[in-house]
């Protein structure tokens, strides 16, 4: 029997280590816990979040006898201070195929869920208001911006992979919105572009002289 015992902990042990560097890999955000099935108690607890001591009772006194998966979940609980845990269970066995322990690993999702609400509030702005018409009316980076990302969406193309010939074709189209009237907008429309001011100039000639 203690042969049997000292087996099983020599075992159950090879999955710390594990257990160690899960919790490092995603800390702070994950606690994983080695529980011995074999005594019901916690044997191992690393990066703790739940606040439980080693040799504090399991509660997993059905699964010693019950277990035909060897990975049950995600699932979620609720951690000691209300926040959501999504946690994934993984089952140990001894080399006859019997369940000796549990690693669970427990992620607080609830930080997570902060963070999304936070930026949710930031990106939805709850006090932006309508752009005011005399400020704006003379805009013409917003009104080339939104010109351009609409002639990409048509086209199905992207701002970075656009050839030498799409990039006339573009500066074409702007000429023809009359985007080139605001002062500047050549050298803007270069730079987002990524060609020379020269360039642009050229095309222009071109189109104006079409």
Partial sequence: MARGAAIRARLLARAVPMADAIAALLFP??????HDLSSQTIAHIANNLSRRELGDASALDDLAHSASESVIGPYEKQNWDGGRMRSVSVIVRDDGSAPIGVVCINLNVAV??????TLDLFVTGARIVPQPAQLFRDDWQERIN???HRWLSDRQLTLTGLSRERKRELITALEHDGAFRGRSAANYVASVLGIGRATVFNYLKE????
Avoid: C, I, K, Y
């Fill in 207 to 210: 189109v104006r002289a079409s």
């Fill in 146 to 148: 939104t010109f351009l």
């Fill in 29 to 34: 955000f994950a606690e994983v816990v080695v």
């Fill in 112 to 117: 997570f869920e902060q963070a999304r609400a």
